[in-house]
């Protein structure tokens, strides 16, 4: 997860250090595993510590386990998707809604894919995970609809990351396959997610809760 604190101007967190140097702002990093309730639990902690509170949070560790039919899918594989890919979503969300309710505000915003809304063959873990995110999140954002505290989540599509890189090393003609299934006739780039994701953490969407907002270059327009 990555949790964004206090006092950072939410639209220049993506840019970079250079952007943060100029701002005077920070970044800091812990390395951890998500599907464990105390890594969380300590981290948001140490947040608290520091900063006095959290503000915005967003919750986007992921892998995308093996590609196999559902019924080829082992155990093995379907439980480590499920506990990063959703069992840590949900654990991040309960330790970040403990501080924000007595605050009386907050923003999470939680990142599903294209695979939580419609079917992905050869992905079932990681397609089930992801739809898992997007029922969380609206059950959240029901939940505490009243209390200052909105919980979203985005939806991307194939996007240039470490993880469509794995993807493609496997299984080369994947590229082109992206490609050809995104109306936009190109895969997404990193920064087009986190531009959607940071309008959903401020107060530019105040008005905005409960919504898996689609950022798939029209892919789930079809």
């Known amino acids: 997860s990555t949790i ?10 993506y840019i970079g250090n250079d952007c943060c140097r100029e701002n ?20 948001i902690e140490t947040i608290v510590d520091k900063y006095g509170r959290l ?12 590609m196999k039919a559902t019924h080829e899918c082992s155990e093995e594989n379907w439980d480590r998707v499920i506990n990063i890919n959703l069992k840590g979503v949900w654990l991040s969300m309960k330790h970040e809604l ?7 505000a907050g923003s999470i915003v939680n990142v599903s894919s294209i ?7 050869q992905w079932p873990a990681y397609a089930a995970a992801k739809h898992g995110v997007i029922g969380l999140t609206k059950t959240a954002a029901l939940e ?20 469509t ?28 997610v986190a531009k959607s994701i940071m309008w959903l953490l401020s107060e530019e969407a105040s008005f905005v809760t409960g919504h898996a907002m689609h950022v798939d270059g029209g892919f789930l327009s079809f």
């Not at 005077?24 to 981290?43: G, H, P």
């Not at 989540?153 to 990351?161: D, L, N, Q, S």
């Open 4 to 13: 964004g604190s206090c006092r950072i101007k939410p639209f220049l967190v």
């Open 24 to 43: 005077d702002l920070s970044i800091e990093s812990m390395q951890l595993d998500v599907s464990q309730d105390a890594n969380i639990k300590r981290m």
């Open 55 to 66: 503000d915005c949070a967003v919750n986007n560790a992921g892998i995308e386990g093996d």
């Open 115 to 121: 695979a939580g809304v419609v079917g992905l063959p």
């Open 144 to 163: 505490y609809a009243k209390s200052g505290v909105r919980v979203n989540a985005v939806c991307p599509g194939a996007i240039e990351t470490a993880m």
């Open 165 to 192: 890189d794995r993807i493609i090393e496997r299984a080369p003609s994947m590229k082109d396959m992206y490609i050809q299934l995104e109306p936009v006739g190109r895969m997404g780039k990193p920064e087009e």
């Open 98 to 104: 403990e501080v924000m309710l007595p605050q009386g």
